[in-house]
Nanobody, 115 residues
Framework: QVRLVESGGGLVQAGGSLRLSCLVS????????MHWYRRAPGKLREWVAS???????NYADPVKGRFTISRDNAKNTVYLQMYILKAEDTAVYYC?????????WGQGTQVTVSS
């Protein structure tokens, strides 16, 4: 059974940076595409970034050039490095794993950017 645990959220000033981590339990992590989503207060959940098993990445336009998704298959961990944070990046960030038969979501980690 796949389980995801996010960490690394917190309070940061605008212009600062944070790195989120997502530890994935279960086997064959290296074969699974991984994603980050976020939900800002009063808004719909939105996709942020994805990384394939081969390391190819994609980003939503609002974060392109500021966020970097990466993975360490030896540690069963996916990361989201966030730079030049803005107030509008404030949200709960979720890690998502494509298992092949469905998606598994983490519990989320809060990121708050003060302006």
């Amino acid at each position: 059974q796949v389980r995801l645990v996010e960490s690394g959220g917190g309070l940061v000033q605008a212009g600062g940076s944070l790195r989120l981590s997502c530890l994935v339990s279960g086997s064959l992590f290296s074969t699974k595409p991984m994603h980050w989503y976020r939900r800002a207060p009063g808004k719909l959940r939105e996709w942020v970034a994805s990384i394939t098993s081969g390391g190819d990445t994609n980003y939503a336009d609002p974060v392109k050039g500021r966020f970097t998704i990466s993975r360490d298959n030896a540690k069963n961990t996916v990361y989201l490095q966030m730079y030049i944070l803005k107030a509008e990046d404030t949200a709960v960030y979720y890690c998502v794993c494509d298992t092949g038969v469905g998606r598994v979501w983490g519990q989320g980690t809060q990121v708050t950017v003060s302006s």
